[in-house]
């Protein structure tokens, strides 16, 4: 039974803030170097968005902090650990996952794939409980896909799908959130509606989230900190107001745009 609350519940606060911590990473397909002794700290409570063009190792490395990928030297760290020693599920509470391409059963409704995301938590002995069902309640909620609960999934447009796909995450109850291009193939309407949605879980929960994005406009207006990289390299990073200029954005794209400043702060490129 779906559980009535005046008010959703805020995940719980660690009792420690969680640190990642990326050191002299590398990784190859075969003889194709891909990633070069990458080395950074992901900012606690902020939005981390990782740039670069096709290439560049994005994807690589987003694999690689997600488990998808086993490191050929160096470390990814999780509060001092090395992920590679962290168990799946054990991490998966502590560290939810949106991939760019998902596949389940389109006749499943939006309510019980939200619900796979306390699957980390439960066992054959723990079953889903009061507190799992909050936390579901509170992730259909908060994306604001409460209203097609009962809806299959194959019935919602892409906007409406990729909600689903990070109020999944949400119902995890974890400190990290990381996504692998999330406004991909949205219309810009939706892209906006999941950007602005990802902003707010970070201001108003404390989600340290990391994203990749294609789109360097996007990441400046909803990023606290960029991680650029170009042939597996991290040619810059930190904030997007102090490290953006026409030559980085030369270095990153082969292309050469103007930066200016908005009305409201922001930088933006003109073409």
């Not at 290439?55 to 990814?76: A, D, E, V, W």
């Not at 989600?207 to 400046?220: E, K, S």
Request: net charge neutral.
């Amino acid at each position: 039974m779906p559980v009535e609350m005046d008010a959703p519940p805020a995940p719980a606060p660690a009792a420690a803030p969680a640190c990642m911590e990326i050191r002299d990473l590398s990784f190859s397909y075969g003889s194709n170097r891909v990633l070069s002794e990458i080395s950074f700290t992901v900012p606690t409570g902020g939005v981390t968005s990782i740039l670069g063009s096709n290439g560049s190792g994005k994807s690589t490395l987003f694999y690689l902090m997600t488990k998808n990928l086993r490191p050929q030297s160096g470390q990814i760290l999780l509060d001092g650990r090395d992920i590679r020693n962290i168990r799946a599920r054990d991490y998966a509470q502590q560290v939810s996952i949106v991939n760019q391409a998902n596949t389940i059963n389109g006749d499943i409704t939006v309510e019980r794939i939200v619900g796979y995301g306390r699957t980390p938590f439960l066992t054959m002995i723990r079953r889903p409980g009061p507190e799992d069902e909050r936390l579901v309640e509170w992730a259909m909620q908060i994306t604001d896909v409460r209203k097609y609960r009962d809806k299959p999934f194959s019935q919602l447009s892409g906007g409406q799908r990729q909600r689903v796909w990070i109020a999944m995450a949400l119902a995890q109850n974890t400190r990290y959130l990381l996504l692998d291009e999330p406004t991909t193939y949205l219309d810009i309407r939706y892209q906006v509606e999941i950007l602005r949605l990802i902003r707010r879980l970070n201001e108003e929960f404390g989600t340290t989230i990391v994203m990749v994005l294609h789109d360097m406009n996007q990441a400046l207006h909803y990023s606290d900190h960029l991680l650029c990289l170009r042939d597996g390299h991290v040619i810059a990073q930190g904030c997007p107001h102090e490290i953006l200029s026409p030559e980085l954005i030369t270095r990153l794209y082969d292309v050469e745009l103007r930066v200016l400043n908005s009305e409201h702060g922001r930088f933006v490129l003109q073409i």
